[in-house]
């Protein structure tokens, strides 16, 4: 390298020998090739078109002339900021080969600016994973992502053999350690929002839903939850698939992210399940794009369809995840031992059984409850010791049917019908009860004024074999039981509501009438006709015993005003 008298020679910049200048004269030419000399530098030092070597000479010759260059490195240093700013917005502006070349020739010319380079260097990708973290917020597919992280691991990687005291590799690995866990977890968070959309969407509709509808809405929330399980797998291969350097070393990561991602995805979709049944606000909501469903508002329709839906996700979907997960995401193995297996689907299965019992409990009890309150405001609005004389079925026993029709409807487009049975397999009890002599209990009920003390202790003769039958058989996920659950609680909350109560003759014959025109309307409706018949005589027992005068009607005008109100039905329907 030159020395700045071999310079100053070069360019003729000394004044001429063996002539004697004024001092005056002297000072101002050597100012003037001093500023020309600083200018000169200067502007090599900042031309990209010179070569690395006459920079450098340029910053040596500068220091020299005592000129101070640390305003010129911090005027190169943001000079380069910039530069890294316009690779970040504005890609076909620079290049990562540009940037690799800058880093050396300021290493070169600048050898104490490492420091600050790391730093710039550091701050450049921060800031360009950060762009890969906010792309992460909307659902992008794998390969973009991929791609995305395989360029930037390309250009770490190409900037470290310029400046390996930056560690870059390494901190992309780290980096890129993240944002694929965060991309994972998201791609659950967002198939959760999508099946509760599809849940709420059609369950929380203000317009009545045609009886197809409701069952297609059932369907379509079984196919999200299959197909979007289905669907994460496939985008999660194409993670593990990759030969690339940096997925190589992330695969047992990325398998046992993948397991643990099923096994979170459906604790908190169960938990969010409760949320939307109104069941219980113990579990976190995070991000849902649906709003919170209030207790006091919860559609019954949701609560059946919640039942159904985690008897398909224990029956169905986890056993096809669990399989699909044994063949593409077998190994793993960078878990600790200590936490067990990421995925356990006995365990998740255990989950949903219980879900599905609850939520098909929880329904059962809000229609209970819904059609108690209507039976309580019935019975407990007449004074009854002074009801008049029967003339027709009551219009509470229109309003119960007609909330029992709704169950019905709800119940046969959601949950699964048996073949039907004798009608009384369902409850099984003594051959020697009433129920197998329905014709004697009939006659009792209808016998006159002089028999009925007689017949009073002759249904509680009855009724001590009765006691045999099984009234309430286990829950099941079926038509049959649900809706014969539903009405045999209706029908047990009717007894204590009559309890409750005093009649008088009329009254007592009212209870009579209503209940013997239920137990011919509710026939086409329940499998276990044996156990309704029994809970409709227990109210009129019931009945019997709160009355001061229990004589019952005779059986010709009994059957006269339940012909008359079946007449009237059918004209009705004729004309609708």
């Not at 994973?129 to 992460?136: D, I």
């Not at 329940?526 to 227990?538: M, N, Q, T």
């Amino acid at each position: 390298m030159r020395t700045l008298s071999d310079f100053l020679l070069e360019q003729n910049l000394f004044l001429r020998p063996m002539v004697i200048h004024p001092f005056k004269t002297v000072k101002k030419h050597l100012r003037r090739q001093w500023i020309w000399l600083y200018n000169s530098f200067r502007a090599k030092l900042y031309s990209d078109s010179e070569p690395i070597e006459a920079r450098a000479e340029a910053v040596v010759l500068l220091k020299q002339l005592n000129f101070p260059v640390n305003n010129l490195k911090s005027n190169l240093l943001e000079k380069l900021e910039d530069c890294l700013l316009n690779l970040q917005t504005e890609p076909t502006q620079a290049s990562v080969g540009d940037i690799s070349k800058t880093f050396r020739a300021y290493l070169i010319i600048f050898p104490d600016s490492e420091s600050r380079l790391i730093e710039l260097a550091h701050a450049l990708f921060t800031n360009r994973y950060e762009t890969v973290r906010g792309a992460l917020k909307e659902r992008i597919p794998s390969t973009d992502l991929l791609a995305m992280l395989r360029g930037l691991w390309e250009d770490a990687t190409a900037i470290d053999e310029v400046i390996s005291e930056a560690a870059l590799p390494a901190f992309s690995l780290e980096t890129t350690r993240d944002i694929i866990k965060q991309h994972i977890a998201t791609a659950f968070l967002h198939l959760q929002n999508e099946i509760s959309d599809v849940l709420v969407t059609h369950s929380t509709s203000n317009e009545k839903l045609e009886e197809s509808q409701l069952q297609t809405a059932m369907e379509k929330s079984k196919i999200k939850v299959s197909q979007g399980c289905i669907d994460l797998l496939q985008e999660f291969r194409h993670l593990i698939d990759g030969n690339t350097e940096l997925l190589v070393k992330l695969k047992d990561l990325i398998i046992d992210w993948v397991q643990e991602g099923f096994q979170d995805f459906f604790q908190k979709l169960d938990g969010h399940f409760h949320l939307l049944s109104g069941r219980s606000t113990g579990f976190s909501q995070e991000s849902s794009t649906v709003d919170f469903v209030q207790i006091d508002k919860v559609p019954t329709v949701l609560v059946l369809m919640l039942a159904q839906l985690c008897v398909f996700i224990e029956q169905t979907t986890i056993p096809k995840v669990t399989e699909d997960l044994a063949d593409s995401f077998s190994g793993g193995g960078a878990r600790s031992s200590e936490y067990g297996p990421p995925f356990v689907p006995g365990e998740i299965c255990r989950l949903y059984r219980s879900s599905g019992e609850k939520f098909l409990q929880h329904y059962i009890n809000i229609k209970t409850q819904k059609i108690s309150k209507l039976l309580n405001k019935r019975f407990s609005t007449p004074v009854w010791l002074k009801h008049k004389e029967p003339r027709e079925v009551n219009m509470f026993v229109d309003l119960l049917l007609l909330e029992f029709n709704g169950v019905v409807s709800e119940v046969k487009q959601i949950l699964p019908g048996l073949i039907r049975r004798h009608r009384h397999s369902d409850s099984t009890g003594s051959t020697t009860s009433s129920r197998s002599n329905p014709m004697r209990e009939d006659m009792l009920n209808r016998s006159n004024t002089n028999r009925s003390r007689s017949q009073f202790l002759e249904n509680h003769l009855a009724k001590l074999f009765e006691q045999k039958m099984e009234i309430f058989t286990k829950l099941e996920y079926t038509q049959e039981s649900v809706i014969s659950t539903v009405l045999k609680l209706c029908l047990k909350s009717l007894q204590e509501f009559v309890r409750l109560q005093t009649f008088n003759r009329s009254g007592f014959q009212q209870i009579q009438l209503d209940m013997e025109f239920l137990k011919s309307s509710l026939k086409e409706f329940i499998d276990d006709e044996a156990a309704i018949s029994f809970l409709l005589k227990e109210v009129n027992n019931a009945a019997h015993e709160r009355c001061l005068d229990p004589i019952p009607l005779e059986a010709p005008i009994l059957d006269k005003l339940i012909n008359a109100k079946l007449a009237k039905i059918k004209e009705q329907s004729a004309n609708m």
